[in-house]
């Protein structure tokens, strides 16, 4: 009758608390390799939460980029669509109409943070992503600058009154279109890579 008692107060146990080794006393050599598993298995949900605020900081440089590309864009057809008007009014306005439009380029890559981070702002920061408990395997995504300054685009030379001024100005957007390509592809690399490592941990 004790060892049934006994029997039946184990099998409670281990409904109540899940666990078929409760303590050192049911096996010790179990008991201890589950507590070394269950503070691995703690770590790594640590981990695994930081590497997806990670996954989200890139993506939300990338989708600062993909804006900032589109205003850029934007950019180049008010330029082309000025040299064709030889009316130095009309060219006016367009230069400050440009002007206003960098202005919202250089907010939309100050805008392009999340938790602190931000990849593409003027003095861009840099994410350190760790994947394994003890610190051996990480990655570093360095920030691009992508605001005005760090992309080379100028604001309307004397109020465009040239064609060599709006072509200069062109030449600079074709400049900040393809490094904007390239800084998008390596930002996306980086996010297929680390949402690769969130799988696996």
Avoid: M, Y
């Avoid at 805008?111 to 760790?130: H, W, Y």
């Amino acid at each position: 009758l004790e060892k049934t008692a006994a029997a039946i107060a184990a099998a409670q146990n281990r409904l109540a608390t899940g666990l078929r080794v409760a303590s050192a006393a049911d096996g010790a050599a179990a008991f201890f390799a589950a507590q070394a598993l269950t503070t691995r298995s703690s770590q790594l949900l640590v981990l695994k939460d930081g590497i997806g605020q990670a996954v989200s900081s890139v993506e939300t440089a990338v989708n600062g980029i993909e804006s900032i590309q589109a205003v850029v864009e934007q950019l180049r057809g008010l330029a082309v669509a000025t040299k064709s008007d030889s009316d130095l009014a009309n060219r006016s306005r367009a230069a400050v109409q440009f002007n206003d439009l960098r202005s919202q380029l250089d907010n939309l890559a100050n805008d392009s943070n999340f938790g602190g981070v931000n990849l593409i702002k003027g003095s861009p920061g840099n994410l350190q992503v760790t994947f394994s408990e003890d610190g051996s395997s990480t990655l570093t995504v360095s920030g691009i600058a992508s605001d005005s300054s760090g992309l080379s685009i100028t604001t309307a030379a004397t109020n465009w009154d040239t064609d060599a001024n709006i072509d200069l100005a062109i030449n600079d957007l074709d400049s900040a279109l393809s490094t904007l390509r390239a800084t998008a592809n390596t930002l996306g690399a980086n996010t297929s890579f680390i949402e690769l490592r969130l799988d696996f941990v």
